[in-house]
């Protein structure tokens, strides 16, 4: 059982349905669960993996893309990584961290 949890309804079918694609096309089988309830979501769970995005796309992730470029610096799409990804991390970790 492979368990997707978001707190957004409408990301959370988005997400299940990208994964059922990727799913399908790699030919691989499994079931898919998914919860708006992190509780339910991590009950009997092996791993986790997470993925989420402090503020927002226009006022962060533009903004991270504007500011590398302002400066003569090339920000891949990769944002977690080099000079943008630098930018993001103190957002993300007091999140994860508390």
């Known amino acids: 059982m492979s368990p997707l949890m978001d707190i957004d309804e409408t990301r959370l079918e988005e997400s299940h349905i990208v994964v059922r694609k990727l799913m399908d ?25 997470v993925a989420f995005q402090i503020g927002g796309y226009e006022p962060c992730t533009v903004t991270d893309f504007e500011v590398c470029k302002r400066h003569g610096l090339e920000q891949t799409i990769a944002d977690t990584l080099g000079p943008g990804g630098i930018m993001r991390a103190p957002a993300g970790l007091s999140r994860i961290c508390g």
């Open 25 to 49: 096309s790699a030919g691989a089988s499994g079931r898919i669960t998914c919860h708006t309830n992190q509780k339910a979501a991590l009950q009997d769970a092996d791993f986790v993996v």
